[in-house]
């Protein structure tokens, strides 16, 4: 009888084991059809496991989540939507982090989508997105106690992606969308959906994907910011963008924040002489935002952002 415990110690282990290492080799999250999706962990064999094995679960997720590599996902803006609501995730702890913009769309054909843009979220293992009832939910008891909706695994930690919305559902009563893991119950990010847009159309022509520039006939340039939904300076893009992730962490000015007061992913609009540039803090360094972001080169040449690293 004890060898059978064993042995059956050694296989739940195993699939753990291959349940939160798998995501280091599989690149694209919307793969739905994941090699060994099979012998991962169900929410019920999880809740089976004694207290100890499922708090070295949770650490290890945790730990996971830490170092774990973006997976990203670039879906298209649908045809000719109208935005109902929107709002900016914003990070539930010191270890799962969000941001970016959700909104709810509703398109020519009456169907509704959920929508990411400028998306990152921390990366972790069985990911879902939820609608919650609940407005602006901080843990992961508010979510639960309020009822939620979920919509399907997470496409993917990075990048613009759409989630279909089903047609009966009352979009009343629900005020955030949540990026949840199923298996342990922990609340990553949330987005507050604040019916903004009911009687403004969205662009027809969006000009593409956020950060697109385009070129004036006076030889300035406008981008499009998805949080305004207009095109916008350049400085006002860099501004908007980092609304969108809870505003500027330190500000602006000319010299940069001390490096052992920054954190990771921190935001900096540093002023030179030429103009301004946002900074970004990204591995262990001030970077260009447009560096870590990627919207468009042209950014690069903006301001003071030619000269940053002179």
Known sequence: MKKLLIIIAIAVLAGAGWFFLSPLFIDEAV???????ATLPTRAEVDAMSDADRSRLAAAMDEFSRSAPDSSAAEPMPEAPRRLAAGSF???????????????YE???GSRVLRFEDFRVTNGPALVVLLSKAESPATADAVIDAGFVSLGKLKG???NQNYTIPADLDLAQYRSAVIWCELFDVLFSQAALIPNSFDAPAAAEP?????DIRFED???SLAWSDVRQAWVEPEEFFI??????GGLTW??????????EVSERDLFLVELDSGVCLMEFWHERWRRANDVRRWNDAFNAYGGCPHVFE
């Open 218 to 220: 006076d030889g300035s």
């Open 31 to 37: 793969d739905e059809d994941l090699p060994g999706f």
């Open 207 to 211: 000009a593409g994907e956020n950060g």
């Open 107 to 109: 398109l020519v054909d």
């Open 157 to 159: 930690n990075v990048g």
């Open 251 to 260: 500000g602006r000015g000319s010299d940069y924040p001390p490096y052992a």
């Open 240 to 245: 908007a963008y980092a609304e969108s992730r």
């Open 90 to 104: 914003v990070d539930a702890d010191a270890v799962h982090k969000g941001s970016g913009t959700a909104a709810v």
